[in-house]
């Protein structure tokens, strides 16, 4: 018998502060300003993966333009 393992699709908006190392509320605030996409799924946000990275490489090509 094989097990089928499934991957996550989305991410809910605690799970991206976790990943992120912030609090719940400065993850919601970036959320509702579009600072990191999400789509809403009945009462709840969820975020795919690829927006966390998007949000990731954004703020990383602005520190690096501090840096010069």
Same mark, same amino acid.
């Given at each position: %018998?094989?097990?089928? !393992? $499934?991957?996550? /699709?989305?991410? @809910?908006?605690?799970?991206?502060?976790? %990943?992120? &190392?912030? &609090? #719940? @509320? /400065?993850? /919601? %605030? #970036? !959320?509702?300003?579009?600072? $990191?996409? @999400?789509? /809403?799924?009945?009462?709840?946000?969820? $975020?795919?993966?690829?927006? !966390?990275?998007?949000? $990731?490489?954004?703020? @990383?090509?602005?520190?690096?333009?501090?840096?010069?």
């Amino acid at each position: %018998m094989t097990t089928t !393992v $499934i991957e996550r /699709k989305w991410h @809910s908006t605690t799970e991206v502060a976790e %990943m992120l &190392g912030f &609090g #719940l @509320s /400065k993850t /919601k %605030m #970036l !959320v509702l300003t579009g600072e $990191i996409r @999400s789509v /809403k799924v009945g009462r709840n946000r969820r $975020i795919l993966p690829a927006w !966390v990275d998007e949000y $990731i490489q954004r703020v @990383s090509a602005d520190t690096e333009g501090w840096a010069a």
